[in-house]
């Protein structure tokens, strides 16, 4: 209903503003939601953008505006659901619906329940969301969870607003990163049979890998030097590669991400396949050879130096396998690809952008979502982290102290450009400060409050008239933003904007309970509307959980 609301608002002010300016666009019709609640639900600001092309006053134009509106209201859906149309400076129209519209709103949540501010905005268009993507060279870092719990719940967004969406981690699972991680683990068993090794300077030597070494040594029986100089360094690779990717895979599961598609480098990027896509993009006139090596022109398309993808000595670059997994995206069938990446690998967007676009895809079919990195606070100081030396927080340690729901939402509550500061102890607390225990606490009340409500015989109102407090209409008001929220987290790939927004609505929810009675046997009518209301924020605060990957309990 809400939709359908402002749609119809959005058309009436189009078609009022189109008799002072008719070459209008109607795109340039933007409705927005006022920060402040006494500036109503919805604000435009077209007639300032009028009233420069019209050479008058903007809070003129905007009053000719909203008189045309007013008086043509009467004759569209919106006659019983805009209460009032105000003008302010500098010519904002500020709308104000009417408790018809906003009863309309609760009935709608309560009749639809987990698909109240669902639509089919996506068009089942495909979409693949690539994240996470952690060379398996040790468990997951707090990194690595931040763009877990970010691109999790942006394709749960996506999915609920109609694409048909894949979540793939891919695996690089060859390259320099993985030699030296097959030689660490080699070091460490030798070090274990009591060998003097001298380690690797950008070896892997976290304790895991000694860990590891005693695994493979355990299964295959090493129990000389000579014995694992006998062994093939590519089964101390090939053993590194499958243990850490079942210790990141648990990981991630525990942390309730689950990926549709695991790719690996090592099937995808085959030589012969590499070959084939070169010869295409030569074809294409983006490829050239210069002092023995073979270079991408990509230049032509944004990038600020051609890239090399064939060294002198035969050998591929990093570049190279990235190019045909992107192509091989594209022959699945998905119209878009959405990469999440961390900031280190911001530099690599132009390489990878013209790489689409030589293919013959646009530039805009592809989006690469930098993820910033978040600092871990104990007891009010930073934890140090440090990969290759094994000295950093890992998402396994992060989730055991906080525990799963915790994690995410903190991951999430920042924009994805704003490096996050995740604090432990807050993380921990049972108290209002920690505001994923706030958000379930109201939903956990409200269930309570609920079966309660049985006991005296009230029901769940299905129809309105009686909800006039302030707090009422201010909660079915937060209420009716949920698909809006929703939509926005989609348009910016972001979902840090629906955790801010289930604040607000437990924290306007918590309001409206410390200041009326919900159950009240002696006023049976207005307890079953103030019932309906409580399902209403219950229903949208449990598919907001859901969207984020959070779990809505029932009790605390």
Excluded at 333 to 345: C, E, T, V, Y
Excluded at 419 to 426: I, Q, R, S, T
Excluded at 428 to 436: C, F, G, I, S
Aim: glycine share 6%; hydrophobic share 40%.
């Amino acid at each position: 209903m809400i939709t359908e609301i402002k749609e119809n608002l959005k058309e009436l002010i189009c078609q009022t503003s189109k008799k002072l300016y008719p070459s209008l666009d109607p795109s340039a019709i933007v409705l927005e939601i006022p920060s402040d609640k006494k500036f109503g639900e919805y604000s435009c600001n077209i007639a300032m953008r009028l009233a420069s092309l019209l050479k008058k006053n903007p809070v003129d134009t905007a009053t000719t505006i909203s008189k045309l509106i007013k008086e043509e209201i009467g004759s569209t859906l919106l006659a019983q659901r805009i209460e009032d149309i105000q003008v302010v400076k500098p010519g904002f129209m500020n709308f104000y619906l009417a408790p018809k519209a906003l009863f309309d709103i609760l009935e709608s949540v309560l009749e639809l329940r987990n698909r109240y501010g669902q639509s089919q905005k996506g068009k089942g268009q495909k979409i693949q969301v690539e994240f996470v993507s952690a060379n398996p060279t040790g468990p997951l870092s707090v990194a690595h969870a931040r763009q877990a719990a970010v691109g999790d719940a942006l394709g749960n967004i996506l999915k609920f607003l109609g694409y048909e969406v894949k979540k793939e981690f891919y695996v690089n699972d060859e390259g320099n990163q993985i030699n030296i991680l097959g030689r660490s683990i080699e070091l460490r068993g030798r070090e274990i049979l009591g060998e003097k090794v001298e380690f690797l300077e950008d070896g892997y030597q976290g304790d895991y890998i000694g860990d590891m070494a005693r695994i493979f040594m355990d299964r295959e029986k090493l129990t000389s030097i000579a014995k694992l100089n006998a062994k093939d360094p590519a089964d101390f690779r090939r053993f590194g590669v499958d243990h850490l990717m079942a210790v990141i895979q648990k990981e991630l599961n525990d942390f309730g991400v689950h990926f549709d598609i695991w790719s690996f480098q090592s099937k995808i990027a085959t030589n012969p396949e590499i070959e084939k896509v070169l010869n295409e993009l030569k074809t294409r006139g983006f490829i050239y050879e210069q002092e023995g090596a073979v270079w991408f022109k990509s230049t032509a398309l944004g990038d600020d130096k051609d890239r090399v993808v064939k060294k002198s000595d035969g050998n591929y670059t990093y570049l190279t396998p990235d190019i045909v997994y992107h192509k091989d995206k594209f022959d699945r069938g998905f119209n878009r690809l959405i990469n999440i990446w961390g900031p280190d690998h911001h530099g690599y967007i132009p390489r990878i952008k013209a790489a689409v676009q030589a293919m013959g895809r646009s530039k805009e079919a592809l989006d690469v979502l930098i993820v910033q990195l978040a600092t871990i606070f104990r007891d009010g100081k930073p934890l140090s982290m440090s990969t290759r030396r094994g000295q950093y927080i890992s998402l396994r340690e992060v989730m055991d102290e906080v525990g799963c729901d915790a994690a995410r939402f903190f991951f999430l509550m920042r924009h994805i450009k704003a490096h996050l500061e995740f604090d432990l102890e807050l993380a921990k607390k049972q108290t209002a400060e920690n505001p994923v225990y706030y958000i379930q606490y109201a939903h956990a009340r409200i269930s309570s409050i609920l079966k309660m409500a049985a006991h005296p015989g009230l029901v769940v109102a299905k129809k309105f008239q009686r909800l006039k407090e302030v707090e009422e209409l201010d909660l079915i008001k937060k209420i009716s933003q949920f698909p809006e929220v929703v939509s926005i987290c989609a348009h910016q790939l972001d979902p840090y904007l629906l955790t801010a927004y289930l604040q607000e609505l437990a924290s306007t929810f918590h309001k409206f309970y410390d200041r009326n009675r919900i159950i009240d046997a002696e006023n049976k009518a207005l307890s079953s509307e103030r019932l309906a209301l409580s399902e209403a924020t219950r229903i949208v605060l449990a598919n907001g959980l859901t969207l984020l990957g959070l779990s809505s309990p029932e009790k605390m």
